[in-house]
C-alpha cells in the first residue's frame, strides 16, 4: 500500500482542507491543502530532505485544531516501542494490541510501522462528524487503560492529531528508519457497530472494576441532609480509595481515578 491509496483510506472525502506538517532543523512546519495529491506532492518533496513528515487525521476548516475538525475517517492508536518502553519490540507491540482486540473489540485493517513503534487503523466505510467521533475515541482510549495497552493516552482521543506518513522516513534518530504499512485489509468497517462494540466491551470492563469492590467498601450509611461528608471517614471505609491515597493512584485507569475524585468533590476536606 502505497501513501496515496494510505491516505484515500484514512483521511475524509468530505470538504475541508488538509493539513500537511513536517519538522525540520528542530523547527515544526504546517500547510493546509485541498486534497490528497497536494498532500502527496508534499509528503514527496519533504521526504528527498530526509525531514519527519505527517498529516493531520482529519477534515478541517481554517486551523488545525480539535474544535475545527469536521470529519473523520478512522480510529487510530500509537504505541511506541523500544528502549524504556513497555514494549521493547514491534513484534511485542502488535501482539499485546491483537490480544487487547480478541479480548471483545475487533483487530484493526492497517498497520503502519513507524519507524519507532506502532500505528493501528480502524478505517470506517464513510466518513462522520467529529461530534460522533469522540465518543467512540474517548471509548477506546479509557479500554486501552483498563486493559492495560500502552497505547499513547494522548493521541488516540485526538481530533487533530498528526500521525507519520508511510513511505517517508523517521529521522529521530541519527539512521532515517523508512514510515511504512505493514498490513492492510481490504475491509472496512461500518461506524455504529463499531460503537456498539466499543460501548459493549467498555460495559463490560467497568463492570468488571466494579466487582472487584468488597461489601465492606460499602457499609457506611449516608449522611442526612445538611450533614457534611468528610473524605477521611470515606477513606477509613473504602479499600479502594484508601488504597489510591496510600499510593498516590500510581497505576490506574482513568474511569476509577475520575469516579473517585467525583466522590471527593461532595467532600469537605476532598481537596
Known amino acids: 500500500m502505497d501513501a496515496k491509496d494510505f491516505l484515500q483510506r484514512v483521511l475524509p472525502d468530505s470538504d475541508g482542507n488538509l493539513y500537511g506538517a513536517v519538522v525540520a532543523n528542530g523547527k515544526f512546519y504546517q500547510h493546509k491543502f485541498t486534497n490528497i495529491q497536494a498532500l502527496i506532492h508534499y509528503a514527496d518533496k519533504c521526504k528527498e530532505k530526509r525531514c519527519d513528515v505527517y498529516f493531520a487525521t482529519g477534515r478541517f476548516g481554517e486551523r488545525r485544531t480539535a474544535s475545527d475538525c469536521r470529519n473523520k475517517r478512522a480510529l487510530y492508536l500509537d504505541i511506541d516501542t523500544g528502549h524504556g518502553k513497555l514494549y ?82 523517521n529521522v529521530k534518530n541519527d539512521s532515517p528508519r523508512e514510515v511504512k504499512v505493514i498490513h492492510a485489509t481490504t475491509k472496512e468497517f461500518k461506524p455504529k457497530r463499531l460503537q456498539k462494540s466499543l460501548g459493549v466491551l467498555k460495559g463490560k470492563s467497568l463492570s468488571k472494576l466494579g466487582a472487584l469492590a468488597q461489601e465492606m467498601d460499602l457499609d457506611f450509611a449516608a449522611s442526612g441532609e445538611g450533614v457534611p461528608f468528610f473524605a477521611g471517614k470515606i477513606i477509613e471505609r473504602c479499600n479502594v480509595l484508601k488504597y489510591t491515597y496510600e499510593t498516590g493512584g500510581a497505576n490506574q485507569v482513568e474511569p476509577l481515578w475520575m469516579a473517585q475524585l467525583s466522590l471527593m468533590a461532595y467532600a469537605v476536606d476532598g481537596s
Open 88 to 169: 521493547s519490540t514491534k513484534k511485542d507491540a502488535v501482539k499485546a494490541l491483537y490480544d487487547f482486540c480478541d479480548s471483545g473489540f475487533t483487530r484493526p485493517n492497517i498497520l503502519v510501522d513507524s519507524g519507532g513503534g506502532i500505528h493501528a487503523y480502524w478505517t470506517f466505510t464513510h466518513d462522520i462528524s467529529t461530534e460522533s467521533w469522540l465518543p467512540m475515541a474517548t471509548a477506546l482510549k479509557e479500554l486501552c487503560e483498563i486493559h492495560g495497552l500502552d497505547a499513547d493516552p494522548t493521541v488516540t482521543a485526538d481530533a487533530a492529531r498528526i500521525l507519520r506518513i508511510p513511505g517517508t522516513y
